[in-house]
C-alpha cells in the first residue's frame, strides 16, 4: 500500500489515494499503521476517495480504528495533497465528508500549498445533535461531575462531537488519568472529544485537546472551532473576530460568524512518502 505521511501543526495521518489503491478493512489498517512502535505511527488513516457529490471525499478512522466523522486539520492536508499530487489544479474544492460537504480555498506558494481555509459549516448547538443526554436547548457552561470534581462544561459539535472545559493552566493537566473519564462519561453517547482551554485574551487561546480514540493530540481542527465556538457563547470571544488557537502543535486562526458558521484557516506538511506491506490484516 503506497502511502503518505502528513501533519496539520502535528496533527498527523497517514493518507492513502483510493484513486489508485484500494484498501481492505480499514478500521484494521488503521490500527497497524498508526501504532508508533510497530507501524508507521499517527493519529490515525485518511482515505482520499472519489465523490458523486464533491470533487473529493474522505473517510477518516481513529488510531483504535474506530471511524471519525471529520477532522479539520486532516481536510486541510487533503487539500494540500490533492494540489500538490496534480489531481487537481483549481485553488477551490469540496470535500465529502461524514458530517457533509466541506468548502476548501487552497494557498499555493511556488506550486505547493502551504496554508488551507476551510468552511466548516455551522456548529451545531443543540444537545441530542451533538449528541449530549441533556433536555436542555443548549449545553453551556453546564456543572458535570467528572471522577468526583465539578468542571463547567460547554457542548459543541463541528460534525463530531466536543466537551470545552476552561481552566487556569492547561499546561498542569495530567490528561492521560482524566481524559478517558471525559471521553467514556454517561453523557456522552457516542463519546466525547474534550478540549481543555485557558483563556488568554479576547483573541488568544490556549488549548490541549483529549480526542475520542487517539488520546492526547497535538492538534485537532474541529476542536479549535468548538472552543472559539463555546468561548463566543461563553463571552471570552466575538463573533466574527478571528482567534488564533495556540495548540501543542502549532496555530490556528479560527472565525465563528454571525451567521453561526465557523472559519478554520491553517498550515498542512507533507512528512514524507512511503510503502507498507498489509497484506497480512485480515
Known amino acids: 500500500m503506497k502511502f503518505t505521511k502528513m501533519h496539520g501543526i502535528s496533527n498527523d495521518y497517514i493518507y492513502v489515494n483510493c484513486f489508485e489503491e484500494k484498501v481492505e478493512n480499514p478500521e484494521k489498517v488503521s490500527i497497524y499503521v498508526s501504532d508508533r512502535r510497530t507501524g508507521i505511527g499517527s493519529d490515525g488513516l485518511v482515505l482520499i ?4 457529490k464533491a470533487d473529493f471525499k474522505m473517510r477518516i478512522f481513529n488510531a483504535d480504528g474506530s471511524e471519525a466523522m471529520m477532522c479539520g486539520n486532516a481536510t486541510r492536508c487533503i487539500g494540500k495533497y490533492v494540489y500538490d499530487k496534480g489531481m487537481t489544479d483549481k485553488t477551490e474544492i469540496t ?15 511556488n506550486g505547493k500549498v502551504e496554508f488551507v481555509t476551510v468552511d466548516m459549516g455551522k456548529a451545531i448547538l443543540i ?46 493537566l495530567d490528561l492521560e488519568k482524566i481524559g478517558p473519564s471525559f471521553e467514556n462519561h454517561q453523557l456522552f453517547p457516542d463519546r466525547i472529544n474534550t478540549e481543555f482551554i485557558e483563556v488568554i ?82
Request: proline share 5%.
Open 49 to 52: 476517495m472519489p465523490s458523486e
Open 95 to 109: 470535500l465529502e465528508t461524514n458530517s457533509g460537504i466541506k468548502y476548501l480555498t487552497l494557498y499555493p506558494e
Open 127 to 172: 444537545p441530542k445533535d451533538i449528541p449530549v443526554i441533556s433536555q436542555k436547548e443548549r449545553f453551556i457552561s453546564e456543572p458535570v461531575m467528572v471522577d468526583g470534581s465539578e468542571y463547567k462544561i460547554t457542548c459543541v459539535s463541528m460534525g463530531n462531537p466536543h466537551a470545552v472545559v476552561y481552566t487556569d493552566n492547561v499546561d498542569i
Open 201 to 282: 485574551d479576547s483573541h488568544n487561546l490556549k488549548m490541549r485537546v483529549w480526542e475520542r480514540g487517539s488520546g492526547e493530540t497535538f492538534a485537532c481542527g474541529t476542536g479549535a472551532c468548538a472552543s472559539v465556538v463555546a468561548s463566543v457563547l461563553n463571552g471570552f470571544c466575538k463573533h466574527d473576530e478571528e482567534v488564533t488557537v495556540h495548540l501543542r502543535g502549532g496555530d490556528l486562526k479560527i472565525t465563528y460568524k454571525s451567521d453561526e458558521t465557523v472559519i478554520m484557516k491553517g498550515p498542512a506538511a507533507l512528512i514524507f512518502d512511503g510503502d507498507i506491506d498489509v497484506s497480512h490484516i485480515k
